[in-house]
């Protein structure tokens, strides 16, 4: 069967990692290239890179950024940030992605998850979902980076998001993001009850037995950015207390 | 050392090559058949649609000079849908021939687990096999031939790696210089760079 995958996140921005909380105060956290490398180093099971440049000329690294990633890791990388089209996809894995994830445009025009699969197939295709809790208890779709709400209820946006054509869906709780309060389960478990494709589970992560919490609660990996850019623990040693809990991973 | 990588139109070539890169190759792209015939070695990659993918190669008229070197066992190397196309049939394109080397029908993954099947699971190489190393690989598909092509596989000379998801499938096989894969060696890491490595070892007699 499949193992957890442990995915560090690189969130970019004009060619540097940066970390803030939900997306705010953004401090330098070093170069992609140089950590995707440690991180393969350290048995990551796959590295997600999402630009998060507020400019244009921010982003013009985003490709290069890729491609010296690719030239330093083995593993899938999972690009995004920005992917408006059909060719700035076709651009990221002409860099080096294997996948690429899309969110406030396939938001804005959804067909743009059937036009990415047609062209590279469900496999490399992965809606970003940013999700926060209303009070109602539902959960609603943000976008560009969190600062606007969509009319859109977050667990039928994964289900029409895999029935176009996503064939992973990466869900990111907006109320647990940098808070290191551990997953939003409830959020999981909802999400896991409408679609059949893998959900990577992400935002809150501080430890080992988040993770295992999330794997019961439907997840088939996991993202985390801060514990492991800050140096608290390493992907090897978080694999380590996953074995110990009973959660097969790859070693 | 070079290796032609055939253009199937929508595959994303980049990772494969700069793995071969890696291992000592350097790709270059193919797309004339008397060059897929005359090459030392050959890529068949990685992503994309059965059908569209098939007919490419017959568009390029790449099929026939592709179907020699995998008879004749010349050095070719088959990733993901590679695999898949080498089949007689393909459920993802009813009523599409793939190139038929191997006696085998790919169908879609049991709905009784997540599709696509993607991420890391163990391949399991046959008891005596000298090419391929029990691991973990890194997988991305929703198709597959099913571990009950094994046998036919095997009475035709090939030597069958599976795996298991919802039943075993077939991971990967090998015959002479010929190796396909439906996972991804070339995102399988330190593993699945030593499996491109062994393959061109063993291949370099006879190019």
Known sequence: ?251 | MNIAVIDTGSANTRSVETALRRVGLEPTAVDDPGDVLAADRVLLPGVGAFGAAMDQLRRQELLEPLRERLRAGWPTLAVCIGLQLLARTSEEENGIEGVGVLDAAVGRFESSVRVPHMGWNRVHAPATAQWITTGYAYFANSYRVPGTSKDALETDGWSVATCDYAGDFVAAVSREGVMACQFHPELSGRWGLDLLSAWIERTKETV
């Open chain 1, 1 to 251: 069967m499949l193992t957890l995958r442990i995915i560090p996140c690189l969130d970019v921005r004009d060619g540097r990692v940066v970390k803030g909380v939900k997306f705010q105060n953004l401090r330098d956290a070093g170069d992609p290239a140089d950590q995707a490398a440690a991180y393969e180093g350290q048995d990551a099971d796959e590295i997600c890179i999402l630009d998060v440049s507020a400019t244009i000329e921010g982003r013009e690294n985003q490709n290069p950024t890729i491609r010296a990633v690719r030239r330093n890791v083995s593993i899938p990388i999972t690009a995004g940030g920005g992917v408006r089209e059909v060719a700035d996809a076709r651009q990221l894995l002409q860099s080096g992605a294997d996948k690429v994830s899309v969110n406030s445009a396939a938001v804005a025009r959804p067909e743009l998850l059937s036009d990415l699969a047609a062209r590279f197939g469900v496999q490399c295709v992965v809606l970003a979902i940013d999700a926060s809790r209303e009070e109602d208890g539902h959960w609603v779709v943000r976008t560009h980076s969190g600062t606007s709400k969509a009319p859109l209820d977050a667990v039928e946006w994964a289900a029409k998001g895999a029935e176009l054509g996503a064939g992973e869906i990466l869900l990111t709780s907006w109320d647990r993001d940098g808070t290191r309060e551990g997953y939003d389960l409830d959020l999981l478990r909802a999400v896991r009850g409408a679609v059949n494709v893998p959900i990577i589970a992400s935002g809150g992560a501080d430890s080992a037995k988040h993770m295992a919490e999330a794997v019961e609660a439907g997840a088939d990996a996991v993202l985390a950015a801060s514990i492991f850019h800050d140096g608290d623990t390493t992907v090897s040693s978080v694999k380590e207390e996953l074995a110990a809990l009973g959660v097969e991973v790859r070693r």
